[in-house]
Every structure is written in C-alpha cells, then in structure tokens.
C-alpha cells in the first residue's frame, strides 16, 4: 500500500481508500456478509481509510461498517470519515439541513451506529444555502471540543463557500467528484455542482494542505471495462437516478471509456487500474474513495499500485480525456 500525507491532517492515509455506499444495499450483487468480509480484506491489505454516509443505505453502511470494524477490534487502526447534513423521510426523498440542531442530533446517530465514540473526519455532505456557513461552523466546533470529531471536511462545495468556512472553523479535507470522464462536470445524479473540480479545487486543496477524496473514481463502474451498450444493472440498483449512465448521454461518455478500454487493452493494462492510476499519479489526490463488491475486485483496485502510466500512455490517454474536459 502506498499512504500519503498532507500537512492538514496527522495521519497518513492510504492512497486506495473504501467506499462504502454499496454496503447499504442500494446497489446490486449487495450482501451484509459480502460487506464484512470486503471490509476486513481492506484493512488486512493495508487500506486504513474508509469513506461512509448516513443516506448510504439509509443507514445501514454506517452499521455494517461499524459492526465489522468493532468485532473484528480494528476501529482504532483506520480512519472513519463520514458525513452531515443530509437527511431523509420515509419515502427516502432527501433534504438538506446543516442546521446547528440538526448536526448535533445527526453526529450522536451516526456514532451509535458506527459503534464508536468519534469520526476521524465529519465532512458537511451536501451545501445548504438556509443555512449560514457560520452556524453550521459553530456546530462542527462543538463536535470538536466535545471529542466527537477531529477534522472536519466538505463535500460538494463551491470553492468561495470553502474559503468563507475556513473564517470560522479550520478545513482538514474536501471531497468532490472527479474522475477521468468528469473532470470539471457541472451535475452529479442531476443535482448542479457550484465547483469545477480540476480548475478550482485541485489548486485549492494543494495550496491550503487538504486532503482530496475524489468520488466516484470509476464513474459508477462505467470506468472498470464491465459496461456494454444495453441495460447494465437492475431497475432498483440506484446508479438509475443517474443520467449519465443512461440514454443519449450515456452514449458519449460510453464511447469515451471504450476509448479507454482500447488504450488499456493495447498497454496489456485492466481498464478499472488505468482510471485508478490516473487519479493516484495526481499529487493533489490523497486518497481515492472507490467500492468495492468483492474482495477480488478490492485486489484488483489495490493492484493498480504496482505501476504507474508511462508518458506514452499518458499523452495518448489525455487525446481521449480533452473531450471531457467540461462535460
């Protein structure tokens, strides 16, 4: 395993991390068991950084991960970064709240659930514009003197937001979507994003010493070479809500990893570790927050980092790349 350090945060944090999303049963080929034992593979080969929500699973990653982590006695050998601020109702439609009430209550579930008495990192998943960033720095200091966090992160956050929080309250980390097929996009699962990520946040992170987790490094698995033109998962897998991964947009952006594919194939190289070193061969990237849904797919993700994309295979990869600059 290869760890990185950044000057915000203590630790060094492995540069494969774990993704926990798929854990909460939201997408196929899911099971509690098959969760555990990804889990416990992960920190046997030497991934100490494991990326959860509440909303994942509505729930039910945040258990699963904890459960695991607990009886298995390894919750003080990694760091836990989890989230804040998005909350659901019994049909599972989603708001955001980063209200000062609505954070204190949120921290106390989350830890209950993880079966632990801190998170290492508590990132504000989603921005809430109700709410002043003040309040919601007031409510993380809380946290902090309380010994409930240690650092604190945000998710999805236009850079002026970012830098107004740093007024108040010191930002450790930040998460943002970033992949090889959405570099700079404007819109995740049809919700708008007030951040470029290649043009602002990378400079940003690099000149303020955060640490960077960039999500959905794989593009939802459209990146790991096992998508074909058709249908590509169930009606009730949730990578549905996503636009990109269907109809007439889907088209482009599967032409685009097709490119990859062949690049991939030419270098005798898996496509799912191209994209992975492309992102770890960035020095902004501390770690990549990908799922897994076995542990041989955990292998295959972690193998990437026996090599590194020469400049040949880089200038060719970066012909496909240019079209998605802003996409």
Avoid at 115 to 126: A, E, G, K, L, S
Avoid at 131 to 156: F, Q
Avoid at 182 to 191: A, F, G, L, P, W
Wanted: charged share 30%; net charge negative.
């Amino acid at each position: 395993m290869i760890y990185r350090k950044v000057e915000k945060i203590q630790e060094e944090i492995s540069v494969i991390g774990l993704g926990c999303w798929n854990f909460g049963g939201d997408w196929d080929d899911t099971d509690d068991k098959k969760s555990v034992d990804i889990i416990l593979g992960a920190v046997e080969r030497g991934i100490n950084f494991f990326d959860v929500a509440p909303v994942y699973g509505w729930g039910h990653s945040e258990t699963v991960l904890g459960k695991a982590l607990k009886e298995a006695g390894l919750r003080n050998q990694v760091l836990i970064a989890s989230k804040g601020g998005l909350l659901w109702d019994e049909k599972h439609e989603t708001t955001n709240n980063l209200s000062r009430e609505s954070l204190l209550k949120e921290i106390d579930d989350t830890l209950k659930r993880l079966q632990t008495d801190h998170v290492d990192i508590y990132q504000m998943h989603w921005p809430d514009p109700n709410v002043p960033l003040e309040e919601t720095a007031e409510a993380l200091e809380l946290m902090k003197k309380a010994g409930k966090i240690r650092y604190v992160g945000l998710s999805n956050f236009a850079q002026a937001d970012v830098e107004k929080m740093m007024g108040y309250i010191g930002v450790d980390c930040q998460q943002s979507l970033y992949n090889m097929l959405e570099r700079n996009t404007d819109s995740y699962h049809r919700i708008p994003l007030d951040y470029r990520t290649e043009k602002e946040v990378l400079p940003n992170v690099r000149e303020y010493g955060q640490a960077f987790l960039p999500y959905s490094p794989l593009f939802q698995g459209l990146l790991a070479g096992k998508f074909h033109s058709g249908r590509n998962f169930s009606e009730d897998d949730i990578r549905n809500a996503n636009p990109k991964l269907s109809g007439e947009l889907f088209r482009k952006y599967f032409e685009g990893a097709e490119k990859i594919r062949a690049i991939a194939e030419e270098y005798g190289k898996p496509m799912n570790e191209v994209a992975l070193n492309w992102l770890r061969q960035k020095p902004e990237v501390t770690s990549i927050i990908g799922g897994a849904s076995s542990v041989e797919q955990l292998e295959q993700n972690i193998h990437c980092l026996s090599w590194e994309i020469d400049q040949e295979m880089m200038g060719k990869i970066e012909q496909v790349l240019k079209d998605f600059e802003d996409i």
